[in-house]
């Protein structure tokens, strides 16, 4: 890894531990409540090569241990700490890659849910095992609140980086401009709606209304934001969230306020919060990279489709017996000198065939009961055309009947239409 990147990468773990110690409250444990570094360091070694991930890890627990020392640790607290810092996400890391989960796509939210879990684990767990062996401190309830930060600080940092660390901007990309509006008045609606939420004198008014703090209201903004422009207007959305929720917190304003509570759990409340909001945007993701890529598989296979019946001079069909719709595949016009629309029913297509041929082909067309699915059979036919000097170009059709499951009813008719092998156009 190249030193101005590793660089970079410390300098936002160090900028993110510096925004985390303003919303973390003084403890016996010094526990942080709020910890986005943890994602911040996650992120680095997933988005770098394997060989890099042992560099950055000694670079994180020295600098780690730096930040506990100046943070008001004793020398040997801060390298039990520091050292946790580093080997956690190596570990965590490393289990993301040994199941093969990429940060892209639908694999995202299982790798943050798994690399969240093994760093709270690790961090949290080790922790509060030190300070409980070396400083006798109850071990349960540091670690439920210590694992919980880490978990929270993975979820929201470690999506915001990956997705925008992968931005690939397109110039041929089309705009959508009242996407583009929607998007960024959710977004401000978002964090209008948070503030107002979180301010001292709404909750007094809430309190004195009888009325429950709608704090769902800006997780729907956020879920339209997620919709609307993606994982990166998501991402960016739920930092602001957590920004805005956990400074009210801090400062004892805000729906997680109370007065007989101490400040550490407020903070976890809060991140709690915040937490649900940016899993909720994860599965946003994950719902939306499915359908992009169940569009893009049907897209496929429509455009192979095509270029088959194109390459072999067809056109395919397939006709719905209950209602006599025809839809087409490939190029009609050239085949048979018609437009699709014009042949979009049964009796359009029988009205342009030649009086001799339209029983025959309604009657094959037109079998609604059907025992046993016959193979598919060739009938030759002619219909109009201005393509041909007699007025006529003879096709033939190569179909059968499609049961509907039950061996019952016919539900299609579907088949090919082709030249004669003889013919010569």
Same mark, same amino acid.
């Given at each position: 890894?190249?030193?101005?990147?590793?660089?970079?990468?410390?300098?936002?773990?160090? =900028?993110?531990?510096?925004?985390?110690?303003?919303?973390?409250?003084?403890?016996?444990?010094?526990?942080?409540?709020?910890?986005?570094?943890?994602?911040?360091?996650?992120?680095?070694?997933?988005?770098?090569?394997?060989?890099?991930?042992?560099?950055?890890?000694?670079?994180?627990?020295?600098?780690?241990?730096?930040?506990?020392?100046?943070?008001?640790?004793?020398?040997?607290?801060?390298?039990?700490?520091?050292?946790?810092?580093?080997?956690?996400?190596?570990?965590?890391?490393?289990?993301?890659?040994?199941?093969?989960?990429?940060?892209?796509?639908?694999?995202?939210?299982?790798?943050?849910?798994?690399?969240?879990?093994?760093?709270?684990?690790?961090?949290?767990?080790?922790?509060?095992?030190?300070?409980?062996?070396?400083?006798?401190?109850?071990?349960?309830?540091?670690?439920?609140?210590?694992?919980?930060?880490?978990?929270?600080?993975?979820?929201?940092?470690?999506?915001?980086?990956?997705?925008?660390?992968?931005?690939?901007?397109?110039?041929?990309?089309?705009?959508?401009?009242?996407?583009?509006?929607?998007?960024?008045?959710?977004?401000?609606?978002?964090?209008?709606?948070?503030?107002?939420?979180?301010?001292?004198?709404? =909750?007094?008014?809430?309190?004195?209304?009888?009325?429950?703090?709608?704090?769902?209201?800006?997780?729907?903004?956020?879920?339209?934001?997620?919709?609307?422009?993606?994982?990166?207007?998501?991402?960016?959305?739920?930092?602001?969230?957590?920004?805005?929720?956990?400074?009210?917190?801090?400062?004892?304003?805000?729906?997680?306020?109370?007065?007989?509570?101490?400040?550490?759990?407020?903070?976890?409340?809060?991140?709690?919060?915040?937490?649900?909001?940016?899993?909720?945007?994860?599965?946003?993701?994950?719902?939306?990279?499915?359908?992009?890529?169940?569009?893009?598989?049907?897209?496929?296979?429509?455009?192979?489709?095509?270029?088959?019946?194109?390459?072999?001079?067809?056109?395919?069909?397939?006709?719905?017996?209950?209602?006599?719709?025809?839809?087409?595949?490939?190029?009609?016009?050239?085949?048979?000198?018609?437009?699709?629309?014009?042949?979009?029913?049964?009796?359009?297509?029988?009205?342009?065939?030649?009086?001799?041929?339209?029983?025959?082909?309604?009657?094959?067309?037109?079998?609604?009961?059907?025992?046993?699915?016959?193979?598919?059979?060739?009938?030759?036919?002619?219909?109009?055309?201005?393509?041909?000097?007699?007025?006529?170009?003879?096709?033939?059709?190569?179909?059968?009947?499609?049961?509907?499951?039950?061996?019952?009813?016919?539900?299609?008719?579907?088949?090919?239409?082709?030249?004669?092998?003889?013919?010569?156009?």
């Amino acid at each position: 890894m190249p030193l101005s990147h590793a660089a970079c990468w410390l300098c936002l773990y160090l =900028a993110t531990g510096a925004l985390s110690g303003q919303f973390n409250v003084n403890t016996a444990a010094l526990a942080p409540y709020v910890w986005f570094p943890a994602g911040v360091s996650l992120a680095a070694m997933l988005l770098s090569r394997t060989s890099s991930s042992i560099p950055l890890a000694i670079a994180f627990a020295l600098l780690q241990s730096v930040l506990s020392y100046l943070g008001g640790r004793d020398v040997p607290s801060s390298l039990v700490l520091g050292t946790l810092a580093g080997i956690a996400p190596l570990i965590a890391a490393t289990v993301v890659r040994r199941m093969h989960m990429p940060l892209a796509g639908l694999h995202l939210l299982q790798a943050v849910v798994v690399a969240a879990v093994v760093s709270a684990v690790l961090l949290g767990g080790g922790g509060s095992l030190y300070f409980a062996l070396t400083k006798g401190m109850p071990f349960l309830v540091p670690l439920c609140q210590w694992s919980a930060a880490i978990f929270v600080g993975v979820c929201i940092t470690l999506p915001l980086l990956a997705v925008w660390a992968q931005f690939s901007p397109k110039r041929s990309a089309p705009r959508h401009a009242h996407r583009e509006l929607v998007g960024y008045a959710s977004f401000i609606a978002m964090a209008a709606v948070t503030w107002w939420l979180f301010d001292d004198s709404t =909750a007094r008014w809430l309190d004195a209304a009888g009325v429950a703090c709608p704090l769902y209201l800006p997780m729907f903004c956020v879920v339209i934001v997620s919709v609307v422009c993606g994982a990166r207007g998501g991402t960016l959305a739920v930092l602001a969230l957590a920004l805005i929720c956990l400074g009210h917190t801090e400062h004892g304003e805000g729906p997680f306020a109370s007065k007989s509570a101490p400040v550490s759990l407020l903070l976890l409340q809060a991140q709690l919060y915040v937490g649900v909001s940016a899993m909720l945007v994860l599965i946003v993701h994950a719902l939306r990279e499915s359908e992009a890529q169940a569009c893009l598989q049907a897209n496929r296979w429509r455009t192979d489709l095509e270029l088959a019946l194109e390459g072999g001079a067809l056109v395919a069909y397939s006709v719905d017996s209950a209602t006599q719709r025809v839809r087409w595949h490939g190029d009609v016009r050239r085949l048979t000198g018609c437009d699709a629309q014009s042949l979009s029913t049964v009796e359009e297509v029988v009205a342009r065939l030649h009086p001799d041929d339209r029983e025959r082909l309604r009657a094959r067309w037109s079998r609604l009961e059907e025992t046993a699915l016959p193979a598919p059979s060739h009938l030759t036919f002619r219909i109009s055309s201005s393509l041909a000097l007699s007025g006529w170009v003879e096709l033939v059709d190569i179909g059968s009947l499609l049961s509907d499951g039950n061996g019952g009813t016919t539900a299609f008719v579907a088949g090919v239409w082709q030249h004669p092998p003889s013919s010569t156009r």
